[in-house]
């Protein structure tokens, strides 16, 4: 751990001269811990945010509107900082704020916290990376979360990290998994009942997902649930490991022992419902990548799974690609939102689909594209629940006769997604979800002769290709109960960053062209727009402070995109990298 | 990644290289002239890759892939720093992080990588790095307790009785979908071939099929009870393939060093005896091109 080291003296003098207490001298706010109660009431708390998805439910709506359409034009930078050093690559991170306190993490596993008032540091925590991590998918963090006087992360090496706030020291440390073995974890973790719940990131590498419950003062394991159907849950009663029933059922959806090794990381953070009392968290694409060899649906992969908080048991179970072979993952964040007495939820799939499902038990209530081409299938059946397939699947490489490339299948969405990991945001206001949306396909073909780690291998080739000339990315407000699409804002480079909408009519996002914009969030029209430097792909949020409401964003281009993009990254080639945090407030003139 | 001795070799030979390069001002040097002045050839392996490359109890990378990087460079008259690396998702992966182009986590590149696959097709589409020096040519078996059955169709064996596989490789692929995925569910995987032969002596699979080098290698001492052989894989088009070593595009007189290097140490049996002392059975590469060492050590190639 590296604290920078001149705030290091200066922390350690402050408490030399106290004498009794460093919080003395932390400008009287040091005090002030971050409950279990605050958390639960993020969404409607105007001063502070302390959750991923500004709130538990996820909804990324702020009740603030000092900043509205009228005045969103005023908007100016307050402050901007810089994550230093030579490390650059995808910013995606949430900012959390409490008490004049920003915390935001950036690539590599680094965390800052940061005086809100002058945006100057207050400390800042290098992970020491282990050598040897081969990170699938860029080195990026996503956030971290607030606990009493915690702020809890996790690193690129699978660990997660419990720091003091004040200090930037650690209080507690648990290794979720060996990143030797393929894990990581850069989601931000979820505070449900003093616990802190997490998953496990590294779908690659014939890895296990599961949900983890750690007690959120000390990181001592509360349960764990596996997400692959025939594996264990197990759960702590004091100090004492316990059985706690079986995920599903062995071997009813998956042949032989490949449950074993089935994959569904759960690499994306979770959500909790109050109301409900139930965590929803997403699962991954099934291993190995060969539909074919894995007939079934393969339970729980590419899936949203409702867990108890309090037994750590799956209470129902939605899955959006049954015995996926396009490598769409069902990571996607679900968010609750009421009609009426209807307790729904929304969840934007890599599939192509936008899904409304009834949150109490997890039966569909609505299903429809919010992108222009799908071809994988044609609808879902509200009945049944299940996709209505085209047949449109890569075929199988072991058939191959000739050991000459097979035909290629163009299917639409590319595996990344409709939708990625970047969230998406409801406004209770205009009964919308804004869902940052991309068009492009993908060719797929068999490569029965690849290799891998000096072996002859059966693999697949792909490439990622837009599906118009001028533009990929698509902001799309979506209203659930129609299914229409009530207005869009096309962006030509693939749209990576997370969404925010506010009381003020206005919806917050970002692009790796490097914009920071905003959008009435009624008819979509552009109102405000900065350009930040690099890519924006992290998460704007806002608050309130001194009276006055403040956005920030972090921005610095990277993520998936230019490692995994085929043509796409070609096009997005001259993005230049970054690494900053911007702070936005409405001018005083 | 580097042990510290590596790190000082490499803090000598940067020293010894900027003195070199201040007083000649000339053409660059090549490839070839730079680990020469250094002395050190670093050589790209695979971690954890028994018996080709992996750490003994003292923690030193030892291996076939191992000795014969120690082999090579005693050729070029230089030092080996062994470089045990990660294998990432795909061969083309493995080339750009360790050959040609770093990974972007940074760490550089290795003069020269092994355990590399020499195929024309293949070759063809990483025009990035030059194949040179084939070595060994590996090759897909099965291993059965002896007295089975003179007479075994693994297939058909494997249709009822259990079979253990190395994870997402293509033997397990192949076994899942042969005959129609017959023996599917008599398929069991292992995280790498020596679990999969351990399970094997304590009697809980019947079988393990996979690369002949790492099965020979895991069975040890044991390996007069059971019975190695070639696997039958119809409809696939390949059952065996050849291993060579990697240099970067352009570095041509390195290339041509370490073709040359390998060929002597082909031609002098030191490469079987390598595959001797790790237990395993040396097999010729089927695309070596014809390389005889002349008497005064040069090397002349018909093709």
């Known amino acids: 751990m590296m604290i920078s080291l001149h705030r290091k003296r200066v922390l350690l003098k402050a408490v030399a001269i106290s004498g009794i207490s460093a919080a003395v001298t932390f400008t009287g706010t040091a005090n002030a811990r971050t409950t279990q109660a605050e958390i639960d009431g993020d969404a409607a708390s105007t001063q502070d945010v302390l959750s991923w998805g500004m709130g538990q439910q996820g909804q990324r709506y702020s009740p603030l509107k000092k900043i509205n359409t009228d005045n969103v034009k005023k908007l100016v930078p307050a402050w901007s900082f810089s994550f230093g050093g030579e490390k650059q690559r995808g910013q995606e991170a949430q900012p959390v704020i409490k008490d004049g306190k920003m915390f935001v993490t950036a690539s590599y596993s680094r965390l800052y916290a940061i005086d809100t008032k002058t945006g100057q540091e207050l400390w800042q925590y290098d992970h020491r990376l282990p050598d040897g991590i081969l990170p699938c998918c860029d080195v990026v963090n996503r956030g971290a979360a ?5 702020v809890i992360f996790g690193t690129l090496d699978a660990r997660i990290i419990a720091l003091h706030q004040d200090t930037g020291k650690v209080v507690w440390r648990a290794k979720i998994d060996d990143y030797k073995a393929g894990y ?46 025939g594996h264990m849950g197990h759960i702590w009663k004091g100090d004492k490991k316990m059985e706690n029933g079986i995920t599903g059922k062995t071997n009813a959806t998956w042949p032989g022992d490949m449950w074993k090794t089935g994959g569904a990381a759960t690499w994306q953070g979770g959500t909790y419902d109050h109301e409900t ?31 108890d908080p309090d037994t750590g048991k799956i209470v129902w179970h939605y899955q959006y690609t049954p015995n996926d072979g396009w490598d769409y993952d069902g990571v996607n964040e679900l968010v609750s939102f009421n009609s009426g007495s209807d307790k729904l939820a929304g969840h934007a799939d890599r599939n192509g689909f936008f899904y409304v499902l009834d949150r109490t038990n997890g039966k569909l209530k609505n299903a429809f594209p919010f992108v222009n081409r799908i071809d994988w299938a044609k609808g879902v059946d509200l009945k049944t629940g299940r996709p209505l397939e085209t047949g449109v699947r890569p075929g199988d490489p072991t058939k191959s006769k000739d050991g000459k490339k097979g035909d290629v299948v163009f299917v639409a969405p590319s595996f990344l997604g409709a939708k990625n990991w970047m969230p998406m945001a409801y ?54 109960k129609t299914g229409k699409i009530v207005w869009e804002y096309k962006n030509n480079a693939p749209l990576w960053g997370g969404v925010m909408t506010t009381a003020g009519g206005l919806v917050f996002t970002g692009t790796p062209e490097g914009y920071l914009k905003a959008f009435d969030a009624k008819t979509g029209d552009e109102l405000w727009k900065f350009q930040t430097g690099s890519g924006v792909v992290g998460c704007p949020v806002t608050w309130e402070q001194d009276g006055e409401q403040y956005i920030a964003v972090p921005s610095g281009w990277g993520g998936a995109v230019p490692l995994w993009g085929g043509d796409v990254a070609k096009k997005v080639k001259y993005l230049n990298q970054g690494g900053s945090l911007w702070v936005f407030k409405l001018s005083d003139v | 990644m580097y042990r510290i001795k590596d790190i000082l070799i490499f803090a000598a030979a940067v020293a010894s290289l900027v003195l070199a390069s201040s007083a000649i001002a ?86 020269v990588m092994l355990h590399v696959p020499y195929d024309a097709a293949f070759a063809e589409e990483n025009d990035r790095v030059i194949f040179v020096a084939p070595y060994y040519r590996e090759q897909v078996v099965v291993a059965v307790e002896k007295g089975v059955g003179a007479n075994l169709d693994p297939l058909d ?28 569910n008599q398929v069991v995987h292992f995280s790498n071939i020596g679990k999969a032969v351990n399970a094997l002596k304590n009697g809980e699979v019947a079988g393990v099929a996979g690369p002949r080098s790492e099965i020979e290698f895991a069975l040890g001492d044991q390996a007069a009870n059971y019975a190695v052989g070639p696997i039958q894989m119809p409809g696939l088009s390949t059952s065996g393939w050849d291993l060579g070593a990697a240099v970067k595009q352009g570095n041509g007189a390195l290339a041509d060093a370490v073709e040359k290097a390998m060929s002597q140490l082909r031609q002098s049996s030191s490469l079987s005896k390598i595959f001797t002392q790790y237990r395993s059975t040396y097999q010729l590469p089927s695309r070596t091109r014809l390389v005889r060492v002349e008497p005064d050590g040069r090397i002349s190639q018909r093709d």
């Open chain 1, 146 to 150: 607030l606990y009493d006087d915690l």
């Open chain 1, 184 to 229: 990581s974890f850069t989601a931000a973790p979820l505070i449900v009942k003093d616990m802190v719940i997490t998953g496990v990131s590294g779908g690659e590498f014939g890895v296990i997902g599961r949900v983890e419950a750690r007690d959120a003062k000390t990181g001592k394991l509360r349960w764990i649930r596996p997400s692959v159907e």
């Open chain 1, 277 to 307: 009392d139930l965590i929803f968290y997403g699962t991954g694409n099934p291993a190995p990548w060969n539909a074919h060899l894995r007939p079934g649906d393969n339970l729980y992969s590419t899936s949203t799974l409702a867990i």
């Open chain 1, 427 to 480: 406004s209770p206001d205009t009964e919308l979800f804004y869902v940052p949306a991309n068009e492009w396909g993908m060719d797929l073909w068999n490569e029965p002769i690849t290799y891998k780690k000096g072996a002859a291998y059966l693999g697949a080739g792909f490439t990622i290709k837009p599906l118009n000339d001028d533009y990929i990315g698509a902001l799309r407000a979506v209203n659930p």
């Open chain 2, 26 to 111: 000339e053409d660059e040097p090549s490839a070839l002239d730079r680990i020469r002045e250094r002395g050190v050839l670093e050589v790209a392996v695979y971690n954890d890759f028994p018996p080709f490359s992996y750490r003994d109890e003292r923690g030193r990378i030892v291996g076939i892939d191992a000795d014969i990087a120690h082999a090579l460079a005693k050729s070029l008259g230089v030092a080996a720093a062994i470089r045990a690396v990660g294998a990432d998702e795909s061969m083309e992966d493995d080339l750009r992080n360790n050959v040609w182009k770093g990974h972007y986590l940074g760490g550089g590149v290795a003069d």
């Open chain 2, 157 to 184: 064996y494997f249709s009822h009785e259990k079979v253990g596989v190395e994870l997402d490789t293509l033997t397990d692929f192949y076994l899942l979908s042969a005959y129609n995925g017959k023996i599917r």
